[in-house]
């Protein structure tokens, strides 16, 4: 009976001895893990505080890409003549053009465009000479040349009839391609757009004495930059900041430039003198508290306008598409769907 006993308990304990071991060897393996995970999260820190500390272009380059990304919107690149165009895009439906402004890029547009995806198949390019896009001494970068190249672009991706947007200096070109090449415009919307007379501001009267407000030479002046362009100025880090300005410095001949061929006299007002001639059905949007181009233009702009709605938003500046993403882009949504009730404009984040 002992011997049985013994040979009996043989396998117990054989096999306690096994769950011991198996249990060690998971414990060292989560252990493992653990100090894996830790050793990654560690080198990625490192390496996103080399990048801030060293090279903040880059990390501001990969913060764009991955918020436009996020979207369902990817980056891609066409060569039309002399200018190589990189644009984002993504979903399906009716195409859906969106144009930046003075001094900006296509990431202006990305929490906006979240607003049409995936339903619209939204387009946002770079425009020639700005942002990723090739930019040429040589070239003409004024309103109608950069509308004409708009309608290359849009031919070479062989697009049907567009809805397209534009803000600021993008809402000047995107109204002159309406005007001039209206059998490739489906509807137009001006987001606080020049190209039209309003009632004389700070900013305005230091464009005619000749100064150019866009360019910056300190961290302090690209603050009161971004205090004038919007009503509630993002928070930037300070290796971002100088990032920015040193990018800003080495374009200030250009920017000169182009404010000199779309800023001043008869060239400022050129989408004023061609509403005329725009029969797509429009839509503007405006912010109240613009102190770049004051709301007063909404009146030219209704004025010369043969089918119009007009949308004004509280608690945004001279970009209501960044700093209202979602009511702006909500309100543009249902534009392109045909109503024509406006939405709550209370300010939402």
Sequence with gaps: MKVRSRIRATPAVSDLAIDKRLRENKMRWLKLLIWSLFIVVVVIALTLFSLYEFAPGTLF????????????????????GDHDWVYLEGGEGPPVVLLHGFDA?????????????????VVIPDLPGWGESTRLDSADYGIAAQAARLSEFVTALKLPAVNIAGNSMGGHIAGIFAARYPQQV?????????????????????????????????????????ALVFAHPPQIPAGI????????????????????????????????NELGKIQA???IIWCRADQLLDVSSVEVLQKGLAHSQTELFEGCGHVPMME??????????????????????????
């Design 61 to 80: 380059k990969w913060q764009g890409m991955a918020q436009s990304m996020m979207a369902g919107l990817h980056k891609q690149h066409i060569k039309i």
């Design 105 to 121: 890029n296509k990431n202006v547009w990305v929490g906006f465009a979240r607003q049409l995806l995936p339903n619209y198949h």
């Design 186 to 226: 489906a509807s137009l919307a001006l987001l606080d757009s020049a190209g039209v007379h309003f009632k004389p501001n700070d900013f305005a009267r230091r464009v005619y004495a000749g100064e150019n407000p866009f360019n910056v030479d300190t961290p302090q002046q690209l603050d009161a930059l971004l």
């Design 241 to 272: 900041k100088q990032e920015i300005v040193a990018r800003n410095i080495a374009s200030h001949a250009f920017f000169q430039k182009v404010l000199d061929q779309i800023g001043k006299g008869d060239l400022a007002f050129l989408l004023e």
């Design 281 to 283: 059905p429009t839509l």
């Design 324 to 349: 209202l993403p979602q009511a702006t882009g909500h309100r543009y949504r249902g534009f392109l769907q045909g109503g024509s009730n406006p939405i709550n404009t209370a300010p939402q984040r």
